[in-house]
C-alpha cells in the first residue's frame, strides 16, 4: 500500500543546476499538490493540480514549473535552482472536495549550495 | 487571506495530557485539520472537525473547537514518548468552488520526556 511516493529523498545541487522532483499516487485521487516547508512556517503551496489536465499557481510558485503527467504523477521542475529554493518538498493528493483528507508523500530534501 | 498560527514549541512529561493549541482568522472555515509529523516523514492525518461541530474524541486524542474565537486545540491524553513530533493545524474553506485547498499552522513541535 505505497499511498503517495517521492523521488529521491535527498538531493544536492549548485545554484544554476536544474532538478525535476517526482511524485507518483496509487489511490486514484484527481488532485496533487506540492508544497515546500520551511523552519517555522509550516507548509506552503507551490502548485496543484485540480484534476489532470489542469495546473494552478499556489501561494509560492516563482522559480518553479509543474507538469501533471497523467492521473498518477505529478512532477515539479527547478529550471535553474536558487540557494532560496532549498527546503524539503511535499507532494500530496486527494480528491478534489473540500473535507477530503489530503494524503502525504515522505518528502523531498532539497540543499542548494 | 487565511492565516493559521500556532506556538512553536511544548514540553511536557510522559503520562501527562498535551493540549496543543491553534488559531485561525477565515470565518468561512469549513474543516478543521490535525496532522503529525515524525521526523524524517511526511505528514499523517491524526484527525479532522467539521466546522459545526464542538468537539471530537478519538481514543487518546480530544479535538476541540470555539468557532466564536476561531480556536483549535488538539488534547493528547497520556502523552508518550512516541507522540515527540510536529503537529500541524490546517483549515479548508473554499465557500466558491468545490475544491479541496488548505492553509496550514508553523506546526507545534512536541517534546515528551520520559
Known amino acids: 500500500n505505497a499511498g503517495v511516493t517521492q523521488t529521491p529523498k535527498f538531493q544536492v545541487l549548485k545554484t544554476g543546476q536544474s532538478m525535476t522532483l517526482q511524485c507518483a499516487q496509487d489511490?486514484?485521487?484527481?488532485?496533487m499538490y506540492w508544497y515546500r516547508q520551511d523552519p517555522g512556517m509550516g507548509l506552503r503551496l507551490i502548485y496543484y493540480s485540480a484534476s489532470e489536465g489542469t495546473t494552478d499557481k499556489g501561494e509560492v510558485p516563482n522559480g518553479y514549473n509543474v507538469s501533471r503527467l497523467n492521473k498518477r504523477e505529478f512532477s515539479l521542475r527547478l529550471e535553474s535552482a536558487a540557494p532560496s529554493q532549498t527546503s524539503v518538498y511535499f507532494c500530496?493528493?486527494?480528491?478534489?472536495?473540500?473535507?477530503?483528507?489530503?494524503?502525504f508523500g515522505d518528502g523531498t530534501r532539497l540543499s542548494i549550495l | 487571506g487565511e492565516d493559521v498560527e500556532q506556538s512553536l514549541f511544548l514540553s511536557v512529561r510522559e503520562g501527562d495530557s498535551s493540549v496543543i493549541n491553534c488559531t485561525y482568522t477565515d470565518s468561512s472555515s469549513t474543516y478543521l485539520y490535525w496532522y503529525k509529523q515524525e521526523p524524517g516523514a511526511g505528514l499523517q492525518l491524526l484527525t479532522y472537525i467539521f466546522s459545526n461541530m464542538d468537539m471530537k474524541q478519538d481514543q487518546r486524542l480530544t479535538v476541540l473547537l470555539n468557532k466564536k474565537d476561531k480556536h483549535l486545540s488538539l488534547r493528547i491524553a497520556d502523552t508518550q514518548t512516541g507522540d515527540s513530533a510536529i503537529y500541524f493545524c490546517a483549515e479548508s474553506s473554499d465557500p466558491n468552488n468545490a475544491g479541496n485547498m488548505l492553509t496550514f499552522g508553523g506546526g507545534t513541535r512536541l517534546m515528551v520526556k520520559p
Open positions: 489511490m486514484n485521487h484527481n488532485s
Open positions: 500530496a493528493s486527494s480528491e478534489w472536495v473540500v473535507g477530503q483528507p489530503q494524503h
